[in-house]
């Protein structure tokens, strides 16, 4: 799982990285931005979803990504 935010629909509320700061941060306008390259690190999806479902301008989209472990 990763997270991406759409960096023309942020507003900058802030509520991404009050509700998972493990996953986003804030540049230097107060925006929000992903932490690293995006992935969610195990035990951080509730947190994702909850910034999801909490950003009012709908910027913040969760890409489900397949893995395929053929062990």
Known sequence: ???RINPEGCQGHGRC?????????EDDEGY???VGDGVVPPGEERAARLA????????I???QE???DHR
Do not use: S, T, W
Not at 52 to 59: F, G, I, K, L, S
């Open 17 to 25: 990285y009050a509700l998972a700061p493990a996953l986003f941060d």
């Open 52 to 59: 999801v479902a909490n950003c009012p301008e709908r910027a």
């Open 61 to 63: 989209e969760i890409l």
């Open 66 to 68: 397949a893995r395929h």
């Open 32 to 34: 929000g931005q992903v």
């Open 1 to 3: 799982m990763k997270v």
